[in-house]
C-alpha cells in the first residue's frame, strides 16, 4: 500500500501547455507538500497545506498553484509551461509542519520542450 | 536561508566513517536529515528537536549544536548502501520556514 502516491511518474509536454499532478497520501496527515527539485539536486518547497489551508507560499510564479480538494489530497496546477520548469516535483507529507518526519512520494518528472 | 552541507562531495571505501556538516544562517527549532538515492524519492533519517541532542540510527547518526546552528551527520563503518545523497532539513524558529541544505553526494565503493 503506497503511502504518498503522485501521478504521473514521467510528463513531457510543450511550452505554454498547462497541466497537473496529482497527489494523495493514505497516512492520515494533516500537512502535505510540494518540492520541486532541479538539474543541480536543489530541493525547493513550493507549498505546502495543513488542515486544508496554504500556510507556505515560496515566491514561486503564480503559474503554479495547488489544489487541495481534502486533507488527503494535494494537487498542483501548472499554467503556461515554460521551459525553466522542467524538473522533478515531489509531494510528500507529515503529521504537523516540519516537526516530524516526512514521506515522500516517488517524484513527477516534468520534461518542457 | 538554505543551509549550507559541507562537504559537497565524498567518496568512501567500505568500513570508512564520513561526516556531514550542515549550517544554517538563522536560528533552529529542528533539524532532519534525509537520504536520496539516485532516482529515488529522499528518504528520512532523523530529525533533531532539542540543542545538542545526539541521535543515533544504526551506524548513522548526528548532532544538533543549537548555538552554532549547525548539526552533523556521522556515518561509520560506511556499507555500499550509504550511498546517495544526503540532506539536511531546517525549521527555524521564527515562523514557518523550512529549507532543505545544499545536499551532500557520497559514493560508497568496494
Known amino acids: 500500500d503506497t503511502a504518498v502516491s503522485q501521478t504521473p511518474k514521467y510528463l513531457v509536454t510543450q511550452m505554454g501547455n498547462d497541466k497537473s499532478i496529482k497527489c494523495e497520501q493514505n497516512?492520515?496527515?494533516?500537512?502535505m507538500y510540494w518540492y520541486k527539485q532541479d538539474s543541480k539536486k536543489f530541493l525547493k518547497i513550493m507549498f505546502s497545506y495543513n488542515n486544508k489551508e496554504l500556510i507556505i507560499n515560496e515566491t514561486v510564479p503564480n503559474r503554479f498553484s495547488p489544489k487541495s480538494p481534502d486533507k488527503a489530497h494535494l494537487n498542483l496546477h501548472i499554467n503556461s509551461l515554460e521551459l525553466g520548469d522542467s524538473a522533478v516535483y515531489f509531494c510528500?507529507?507529515?503529521?504537523?509542519?516540519?516537526?516530524?518526519?516526512?514521506?515522500f512520494g516517488q517524484g513527477t518528472r516534468l520534461t518542457v520542450v | 536561508q538554505q543551509p549550507v552541507q559541507s562537504p559537497q562531495a565524498v567518496i568512501l571505501r567500505e568500513g570508512e566513517d564520513a561526516v556531514i556538516n550542515c549550517s544554517s544562517s538563522?536560528?533552529?527549532?529542528?533539524v532532519h536529515w534525509y537520504r536520496q538515492k539516485h532516482g529515488e524519492a529522499p528518504v528520512f533519517l532523523m530529525i533533531l528537536l532539542k540543542g545538542g541532542e545526539q541521535k543515533g540510527h544504526d551506524k548513522i547518526s548526528a548532532s544538533f549544536n543549537e548555538k552554532k546552528q549547525q548539526s552533523s551527520l556521522y556515518l561509520t563503518a560506511s556499507q555500499l548502501s550509504y550511498s546517495g545523497t544526503y540532506f539536511c532539513g531546517t525549521d527555524a524558529n521564527t515562523g514557518n520556514q523550512f529549507y532543505f541544505g545544499t545536499g551532500t553526494s557520497l559514493t560508497v565503493i568496494p
Open positions: 497516512l492520515g496527515h494533516d500537512t
Open positions: 510528500a507529507s507529515s503529521q504537523g509542519w516540519a516537526r516530524t518526519e516526512a514521506f
Open positions: 538563522k536560528a533552529l527549532y529542528s
